[in-house]
């Protein structure tokens, strides 16, 4: 009996002597099976080939990767606050290494985790921590292992700590999640994983519905995202994936970004 990982998602599924004939995660139009057919490895095997590199972003916060690319390519941010640590989003692998590291920080108080292309192992990172696990019920349809440490939040937001709060903006996924912070010098970070989607130039975000299937959401979605984050003030945004991080007038560009996408829905440019 081994747990299964999907090589094209991350996601982990229970202990079984067989891997699962398919991956709802990659079944799903917002993600994909790739033309190579679903294909499985092993936590062990993937600790044999691959590590967590480690980026600090600013004071307080840092990125976990794995390398070489892993599923999505997807990365974790560890936030350090005076109130314990906290694991926004999660990939797949976790190896003695990055254990050792994020004990001797302090381990985890809490992991909070945006939508289900996110789940990967968090049932076991959450066990090596003993640390709950935050989704929002919206998506609990998409949870493929379970684990006693998740628990289902509803509602609009979730107060973490005095600094920390999760907000449905929803969009991609019915309870897509972003993390707010007050930040280290108080102006305000949000992490976005893909409910804003941080683009290349870091000077605009985008919405989808399915990224990798290119399929929008409608103006009326785009603009109830940017609504929910709209009371929220934040200077820097984090986003899904390395190199998407917005270091200044966060707020603005998604306001702007948001009008712009819905203008263009709207009808040709004027
Ligand atoms: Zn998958
Ligand atoms: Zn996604």
């Known amino acids: 009996m081994t747990i299964f990982l999907c090589r094209a998602c991350g996601t982990s599924f229970d202990e079984a002597d067989e891997a699962p004939e ?56 560890l936030l350090r606050t005076p109130l314990g640590n906290v694991l926004w989003d999660c990939i797949a692998l976790i190896d003695d290494a990055t254990k050792t590291i994020i004990d001797a920080l302090g381990g985890l108080t809490a992991i909070a985790i945006s939508h289900p292309h996110y789940y990967t192992a968090m049932q076991d990172w959450a066990a090596a921590f003993d640390a709950p ?27 973490l700590s005095s600094a920390i709060t999760l907000v449905r903006g929803g969009g991609h996924f019915a309870g897509g999640t972003m993390l707010h912070w007050s930040g280290g010098d108080g102006k305000g970070v949000l992490f976005a994983g893909d409910i804003v989607q941080v683009t290349p130039g870091a000077d605009h975000v985008s919405f989808m519905w399915s990224y ?12 109830d995202v940017a609504e929910r984050l709209a009371p929220w003030p934040f200077e820097r945004i984090y986003g899904a994936f390395s190199h998407q991080n917005v270091r200044q007038g966060g707020q603005e560009i998604v306001a702007r970004s948001a009008q712009r996408y819905i203008d263009r829905l709207s009808g040709p440019a004027q």
Not at 144 to 158: F, H, N, Q
């Open 22 to 77: 398919i991956c709802p995660i990659c079944s799903d139009e917002r993600q994909y099976v790739p033309a190579s057919g679903q294909a499985w490895t092993t936590p062990e095997k993937l600790a044999g080939t691959h590590r967590n590199a480690w980026l600090q972003l600013e004071p307080g916060l840092m990125a976990i990767q794995t390398v070489p690319a892993f599923a999505i390519n997807q990365r974790a941010l």
């Open 133 to 159: 696990i935050y989704l929002h019920a919206a998506d609990r349809e998409w949870i493929c292992r379970p684990s006693d440490d998740i628990r289902l939040w509803e509602d609009d937001a979730l107060v």
């Open 212 to 223: 990798p299937n290119m399929l929008p959401l409608s103006a009326a979605e785009v603009a």
